[in-house]
């Protein structure tokens, strides 16, 4: 292939914030750039048949954690996750990146003033969300609107479609610095499944891939490796790369729903707001898409376990403790939900959201994010060294955005 002939700088694996961000940064400072996506570059429609194919594959973006069938949900297109997510900018955990060595505040300010970054207005919000966020203020909970990736210029009221994929750009998601990647030189390949880490003795030199049944080598003097939480630990441990994979989270969520009788419309963007129990869960609106049923999303922050396999496999089972604030976070909406008016009220099988800690970053990796293998690094939420329960995208994009000022500045 073509593209595998040319000389590039760096490798960059993966499209999501990390890989996203990473690229965008080195291309616009004059490095050539391979991105390599193992999804398709299809421009977005907003339906379920096309998200189906970028999210509902299993074995591929659906993935069951164990016996009890717990479904992890990965977008695999340009984008990665973030062309699905709800587009929530929760704040990093400064605190405890800066515990390992990471401080990105000056890199999350930077990223504020590219990315829209705040809450909708009162316009855009849904009635749904608006009954929700009353009825649990009623009952005493800080419920408050949440920052949102959102173009609120380009955003229209009463739609639904952002979930599948937002077919108007209103949504910012990794795509966003793909592109600005692209325009800046970048090459983008897509279809391309990295396998491994091509290495000479403690040096990265390169990836081996696979596309379209075709086995690939490329070379370059830097990779870096966004991947996610699943597939960053399965290319490292291919790689020769021991002790990733074990003791991560995912994020599980449960979702607690029901009707009113004069909600006709289930027409609105998901987590407009919500409450943050600091160390055990957070409970937002979640609306699904076009269902007129008001929805609760209680998502906790599970104890670390689990293993990754070989072939890129979820096992995890959760813990009594991760039970136990599913249930409380369960109690807790079915009464705000009550006190809104709804009268039966459901929950949900367990889903699960943002793999992530399988490449720790003071295990296999170090504060700057490298790998045993001198110019191999890893910038995805795998590095996330402890367990946080809330949406990473900010995060990543901060330790992108450091990651590439470090690659930048020679010191590689």
């Known amino acids: 292939m073509e593209a595998f002939q040319r000389q590039y700088d760096a490798i960059v694996v993966g499209s999501g914030p990390g890989g996203a961000t990473v690229a965008k940064e ?19 429609k907003g339906t379920w048949p096309q998200a189906a194919t970028m999210i509902g594959v299993p074995g591929r973006s659906l993935l069951f954690t ?33 515990n390992h060595g990471i401080e990105i505040r000056k ?35 800080a419920w408050e609107k949440i920052n ?24 910012w998601t990794a795509r966003n610095f793909v592109e600005e990647a692209v325009a800046n030189g970048a090459t983008l390949v897509n279809g391309a499944r990295v396998r491994s880490v091509l290495t000479d003795g403690n040096r990265a030199t390169g990836v081996e891939l696979t596309r379209r049944g075709q086995r690939y080598r ?24 021991e002790g990733v994979g074990h003791d991560f989270f995912v994020d599980p969520l449960v979702l607690v729903t029901g009707k009113l009788p004069d909600i006709k419309e289930g027409k609105e963007l998901q987590m407009q707001a919500g409450w943050h129990a600091e160390g055990e869960y957070v409970m937002s609106d ?30 995890k089972d959760l813990s009594p403790s991760d039970y136990r604030k599913l249930n409380d976070g369960f109690v807790r909406a079915r009464k705000i939900l009550r006190n809104a008016g709804v009268k039966r009220v459901a929950k949900s099988m367990v889903f699960a959201a943002h793999p992530g800690g ?55």
């Open 26 to 44: 080195l291309s616009k400072n004059d490095k050539k750039i391979l991105i390599l996506e193992w999804g398709g570059n299809a421009p977005l």
């Open 66 to 98: 164990n016996k009890k069938m717990h479904v992890l949900l990965r977008g695999i297109t340009t984008g990665g996750s973030s062309v699905f997510y709800c587009g929530t900018a929760f704040d990093p955990p400064f605190e405890m990146l800066e």
């Open 107 to 141: 890199e999350i300010d930077e990223l504020k003033k590219e990315v829209p970054v705040e809450p909708l207005s009162d316009d855009l919000m849904g009635p749904m969300a608006k009954r929700m966020m009353s009825s649990a203020q009623d009952l005493g909970y």
């Open 148 to 171: 949102k990736f959102i173009f609120q210029d380009k955003c229209k009221t009463g739609c639904w479609r952002c979930a599948y994929g937002c077919p108007y750009g209103a949504k």
């Open 218 to 241: 490329v070379g370059a003097p830097m990779v870096v490796l966004g991947a996610g939480g699943i597939g960053s630990a399965e290319i490292l441990r291919r790689s020769g790369v």
């Open 286 to 315: 979640l609306a699904l898409p076009n269902v007129p049923k008001l929805s609760i999303m209680v998502k906790i922050k599970d104890d670390l376990g689990g293993r990754i396999t070989d072939r890129g496999g979820c096992r």
């Open 358 to 412: 399988s490449v720790k970053v003071g295990d296999v990796v170090d504060s700057d994010l490298k790998t045993k293998y001198d110019n191999l690094y890893v910038c995805d939420c795998s590095v996330i060294p402890e367990a946080w329960g809330l949406p990473p995208s900010l995060t990543v994009l901060g330790l992108g955005k450091r990651l590439s000022k470090h690659l930048l500045n020679g010191q590689a």
